[in-house]
T-cell receptor, first 109, second 113 residues
Framework: RKEVEQDPGPFNVPEGATVAFNCTYS??????FFWYRQDCRKEPKLLMSVYSSGNEDGRFTAQLNRASQYISLLIRDSKLSDSATYLCVATDSWGKLQFGAGTQVVVTP | EAQVTQNPRYLITVTGKKLTVTCSQN?????MSWYRQDPGLGLRQIYY???????DKGDVPEGYKVSRKEKRNFPLILESPSPNQTSLYFC????????????FGPGTRLTVL
C-alpha cells in the first residue's frame, strides 16, 4: 500500500466552478503536509502548506483531518491556469517526504 | 536568482554506460535529495543528504550512487544504467527541517536503451 494515495483524475472542471479532491496518508505519525503543483512534467512547486486544522490562500483551501488521515484541496472560481497535476505530500518526523502520484485537474472554458 | 540547476536536461544512453547527472543549488540549503518520477507512481526518493558528507538511502536507491562533497552540489551517479532506470529525475533542496519548502530543479529526462 502506498504511503500517500490520491485519485489520479482527471477532474474536468468548467471555468469558474469549484473543485475539491482528497489525499489519504497511511502513516499516523506524519507531521506536516503540503500541496505541490506540477505542470506538464515540469518541476513541482509548492502551492501551500497544510498545518494543524488547515489553511486558506486566496481561492485555495486546504484541510487536514487527522482522525481520518486525509487532507483535501478545494479550488474556488477555477481558472484555466489552474489546470495542472496537484501532488499531495506528507512528511514524517525525520523530514522524509512521501509524495502521492498526483491528481490531474483540467479546467475547461 | 535562487534556483536549483540540473544537467543534462535530456539524456539518451545505452545500457551499462556510466553517467552522472549534476545538481547544484545556490540557496545554501543543507538538505538535498534526488527523486525519480514514473507514471502512476509519483515521486520516489532515491537518496538524500542532510549536509556535507552525510547521505542516506531513500526508497529506491538500487543502481544509484550519490556524493555530497560540497554543500551546493549533489550529483547522481548511475554506474551501470539499465532500461528500468529510464525516468524523469528531479533534484531538490530545502533548508533544515521538514516544514521547509522543497525547491526542485527543472528535471532530467533519462532514456536508457
Amino acid at each position: 500500500r502506498k504511503e500517500v494515495e490520491q485519485d489520479p483524475g482527471p477532474f474536468n472542471v468548467p471555468e469558474g466552478a469549484t473543485v475539491a479532491f482528497n489525499c489519504t496518508y497511511s502513516n499516523s505519525a506524519s507531521q506536516s503536509f503540503f500541496w505541490y503543483r506540477q505542470d506538464c512534467r515540469k518541476e513541482p512547486k509548492l502551492l501551500m502548506s497544510v498545518y494543524s486544522s488547515g489553511n486558506e490562500d486566496g481561492r485555495f483551501t486546504a484541510q487536514l483531518n487527522r482522525a481520518s488521515q486525509y487532507i483535501s484541496l478545494l479550488i474556488r472560481d477555477s481558472k484555466l491556469s489552474d489546470s495542472a497535476t496537484y501532488l499531495c505530500v506528507a512528511t514524517d518526523s525525520w523530514g522524509k517526504l512521501q509524495f502521492g502520484a498526483g491528481t490531474q485537474v483540467v479546467v475547461t472554458p | 536568482e535562487a534556483q536549483v540547476t540540473q544537467n543534462p536536461r535530456y539524456l539518451i544512453t545505452v545500457t551499462g554506460k556510466k553517467l552522472t547527472v549534476t545538481c547544484s543549488q545556490n540557496m545554501n540549503h543543507e538538505y538535498m535529495s534526488w527523486y525519480r518520477q514514473d507514471p502512476g507512481l509519483g515521486l520516489r526518493q532515491i537518496y538524500y543528504s542532510m549536509n556535507v558528507e552525510v547521505t542516506d538511502k531513500g526508497d529506491v536507491p538500487e543502481g544509484y550512487k550519490v556524493s555530497r562533497k560540497e554543500k551546493r552540489n549533489f550529483p547522481l551517479i548511475l554506474e551501470s544504467p539499465s532500461p528500468n532506470q529510464t525516468s524523469l529525475y528531479f533534484c531538490a533542496s530545502s533548508g533544515r527541517g521538514y516544514r521547509n519548502e522543497q525547491f526542485f530543479g527543472p528535471g532530467t529526462r533519462l532514456t536508457v536503451l
